[in-house]
C-alpha cells in the first residue's frame, strides 16, 4: 500500500499561481504512474495531469499550457506547477499512483480555490 500526502492547496486570485506537491511513501517499490485528479462540486473526479517514472506527461486539454507537472523519483515526489488560475480551476485536488502490479493509491485531497 502506498501512502500519498498532499501539500500546498490554498486560495488565489484569479490569474494567480499555486504549487502542490505530492510525497508518496510505504510499498513504493514499482511506483509507476503518478499524476493529478481534481473535482470540482457537483461534478465527477476528472484527469489533470499524470507523469511515467520515464517522464512522459500527459494534460487535460483544460490546463495545458497554464499546468506543468513534474516529478522527483529519487524523492518520490510529484508537483503540479498551476498558472493562470480561473475560477473553474477551482476544486479539490487528489494526488493518485500507480504500482507497475497495478494497484493504485490515492491522497486524501487539497482545496485550490480560484476568487474572481
Known amino acids: 500500500q502506498v501512502q500519498l500526502v498532499e501539500s500546498g492547496g490554498g486560495l488565489v486570485h484569479v490569474g494567480g499561481s499555486l504549487r502542490l506537491s505530492c510525497a508518496a511513501s510505504?510499498?513504493?517499490?514499482?511506483?509507476?504512474?503518478m499524476g493529478w485528479y481534481r473535482q470540482a462540486p457537483g461534478k465527477q473526479r476528472e484527469l489533470v495531469a499524470v507523469?511515467?517514472?520515464?517522464?512522459?506527461?500527459n494534460y487535460a486539454d483544460s490546463v495545458k499550457d497554464r499546468f506543468t507537472i513534474s516529478r522527483d523519483n529519487a524523492k518520490n515526489t510529484v508537483s503540479l506547477q498551476m498558472n493562470g488560475l480561473k475560477p473553474e480551476d477551482t476544486a479539490v485536488y487528489y494526488c493518485?499512483?500507480?504500482?507497475?502490479?497495478?494497484?493504485?493509491?490515492w491522497g486524501t485531497g487539497t482545496l485550490v480555490t480560484v476568487s474572481p
Open positions: 507523469v511515467t517514472r520515464g517522464g512522459s506527461a
Open positions: 493518485k499512483a500507480v504500482v507497475s502490479n497495478g494497484g493504485t493509491s
Open positions: 510505504g510499498s513504493i517499490f514499482g511506483l509507476n504512474l
